[in-house]
């Protein structure tokens, strides 16, 4: 079992910074694959970014592609994703996803492969 706990989203201009954290309970977090979602009003869930259980593969959907990095400290049962260079496009909650598969581009880009999700946090960009 993971619980996921998301945090540092906001209301940020266009171009500015966000970093956003998921904190993650259970002593099984490194053997995870990670991911970020977003969801904006009257859309689908859409993959953002995924980190290996180790944090040696990730991936980026092309639209965030060079503005946003993800990364991990497993000794902290942390993901975090550092959201630059923001577009009001970037408007959105924010899920962070643990997998129990094995690193597949195919599959980490699936939200049926995630098994546990956090709450979200919302990420507005204003214009």
């Known amino acids: 079992q993971v619980q996921l706990v998301e945090s540092g989203g906001g209301l940020v201009q266009a171009g500015g910074s966000l970093r956003l954290s998921c904190a993650a309970s259970?002593?099984?977090?490194?053997?995870?694959?990670m991911g970020w979602f977003r969801q904006a009003p009257g859309k689908e869930r859409e993959f953002v970014s995924a980190?290996?259980?180790?944090?040696?593969?990730?991936y980026y959907a092309n639209s965030v592609k060079g503005r946003f990095t993800i990364s991990r400290d497993n000794a902290k049962n942390a993901v975090y994703l550092q959201l630059n260079n923001l577009e009001p496009e970037d408007t959105a909650v924010y899920y962070c996803?643990?997998?129990?598969?094995?690193?597949?581009?195919?599959?980490?880009?699936?939200?049926?492969?995630?098994?546990?999700w956090g709450q979200g946090t919302q990420v507005t960009v204003s214009s």
């Open positions: 996803a643990a997998s129990p598969l094995v690193w597949a581009i195919a599959a980490v880009t699936t939200p049926l492969s995630y098994r546990y």
């Open positions: 259970g002593r099984t977090f490194s053997m995870f694959t």
């Open positions: 980190i290996s259980y180790s944090g040696g593969s990730t």
